[in-house]
């Protein structure tokens, strides 16, 4: 999938989502509550921020690994393989269980 056809599927799947809005240019993300649930990479790889017993079931069903980004492995991320992304909404839903996620987290922000 080239990245042009995967921000048009990220974009898709958060339209597809209520109370989710894309930010970012270069690298597309979504955040709540201060956190950020998904990102594009720079790889062109969708990562989406779940729960430990959520990665573990689509580490076993579909083969999801760690996301990284800019070199660092992301902390809670999956990274999403060409079966997940070419299934019809279920980029959407995880998507939005990476928002109950974050949303059951402390508020996070800016560190001082």
């Known amino acids: ?3 042009d056809q995967l ?3 990220f974009e898709q ?3 597809a989502a209520a109370g989710i809005d ?3 240019k270069a690298n597309p ?3 709540a509550n201060g956190h950020m649930f998904s990102q594009i ?3 062109d790889q969708l990562g989406i921020r779940l729960p430990k017993p959520r990665q573990k079931e689509l580490l076993d069903e579909y083969g999801a690994g760690p996301f990284k980004s800019y070199g660092a492995t992301m902390r809670d991320y999956v990274c999403l393989t060409d079966e997940m992304l070419n299934t019809p909404g279920f980029v959407t839903a995880l ?3 990476g928002l109950a996620f974050v949303s059951t987290m402390p508020p996070g922000g800016k560190k001082k």
């Open 41 to 43: 990479n720079k790889d």
């Open 1 to 3: 999938m080239t990245r």
């Open 22 to 24: 894309r930010k970012g």
């Open 13 to 15: 799947a958060i339209a």
């Open 7 to 9: 921000i048009d599927l």
């Open 29 to 31: 993300y979504t955040s």
């Open 95 to 97: 998507l939005l269980e």
